[in-house]
Nanobody
């Protein structure tokens, strides 16, 4: 079993930055992903990282060059650094743990409760 707790969300203005954190309990040998869901929309992939050092990283096209995913294995924590935020980034952000780096929510076994990110224009 893995429990995930997100933190770091908030209300910011367009162009600002935020760093989300996802603290995991249990094994750290999981690929980790960030997803987001805006009201009335489906949950969408944001970024993912493998569990080993020098992990591969994947990003959604909409966040490439603005968001960076990283992990601190010693702290069993995954981060999502979000720069140059846009109003379109407004959503509830979820972290998830799965067996491999993937972009589909169904590929992940464990989910956090989510943290709200609101970007005002």
């Amino acid at each position: 079993q893995v429990q995930l707790v997100e933190s770091g969300g908030g209300l910011v203005q367009a162009g600002d930055s935020l760093r989300l954190a996802c603290a995991a309990s249990g094994s750290n040998r999981y690929a980790m992903g960030w997803f987001r869901q805006a009201p009335g929309k489906e949950r969408e992939f944001v970024a993912a990282i493998g569990w080993w050092s020098g992990s591969i990283r994947n990003y959604a096209d909409s966040v490439k060059g603005r968001f960076t995913i990283s992990r601190d294995s010693a702290k069993n924590t995954v981060y999502l650094q979000m720069n140059s935020l846009e109003p379109e980034d407004t959503a509830v952000y979820y972290c998830a743990a799965g067996r491999e780096v993937a972009a589909r929510p169904i590929e992940y076994d464990y989910w956090g409760q989510g943290t709200q990110v609101t970007v005002s224009s």
